[in-house]
């Protein structure tokens, strides 16, 4: 069965830096565009990054542009959200999503701290 799994996140000062990983397994992870989606306490989940699944292209939110990059790597089945400059808005539940012939799938999520 399709399976995602967050890993990677913490708690980081605000301005450092956090790569989250996402495994993925039970399906052909090349064929299908994955993203990152991000849910803050009390707000809804918002779309963060898309990127295609042969990687060729990719797109942000306008909150994280500059700062996060998406990346895969299809010989691992591993997508990677870099994470620059952070602040403390961008504390969140970070999800991973797929989503293949139009059904969603979901990781349970890494949660990034971003305090001092």
């Known amino acids: 069965q399709v399976q995602l799994v967050e890993s990677g996140g913490g708690l980081v000062q605000p301005g450092g830096s956090l790569r989250l990983s996402c495994a993925a397994s039970?399906?052909?992870?090349?064929?299908?565009?994955t993203s990152w989606y991000r849910q803050a306490p009390g707000k809804e989940r918002e779309l963060v990054a898309t990127i295609t699944g042969l990687g060729g292209s990719t797109n942000y939110a306008d909150s994280v542009k500059g700062r996060f990059t998406i990346s895969r790597d299809n010989l691992k089945n591993t997508a990677y959200l870099q994470m620059n400059s952070l602040k403390p808005e961008d504390t969140a539940v970070y999800y991973c999503?797929?989503?293949?012939?139009?059904?969603?799938?979901w990781g349970k999520g890494t949660l990034v701290t971003v305090s001092s």
């Open positions: 039970g399906f052909t992870f090349s064929s299908w565009a």
């Open positions: 999503m797929t989503k293949i012939w139009q059904t969603p799938y």
